[in-house]
């Protein structure tokens, strides 16, 4: 009982602090998706290619 309390009790922190830290860096974190789109979209397209070409 106790070791199953202590493991949700310490998922409910990790849940909070998680949040806590998207809320406080939003901005820098909208850049790195920002950033990534490029990248995934170029990614996908030669996995696209790939699977076309056989």
């Known amino acids: 009982m106790i070791p199953c309390l202590f493991k949700v009790l310490l998922g ?5 602090l998680g ?3 998207l809320l ?3 901005g820098e974190l909208l850049a790195i ?3 990534c789109v490029g990248l995934f979209l170029i990614l ?3 996995i696209t290619l ?3 070409k056989e």
Not at 12 to 16: E, N, P, S
């Open 12 to 16: 409910l922190a990790f849940l909070v």
């Open 19 to 21: 949040a806590m830290a």
């Open 24 to 26: 406080r860096w939003w």
């Open 33 to 35: 998706v920002k950033g």
């Open 44 to 46: 996908a397209g030669l």
């Open 50 to 52: 790939a699977i076309a």
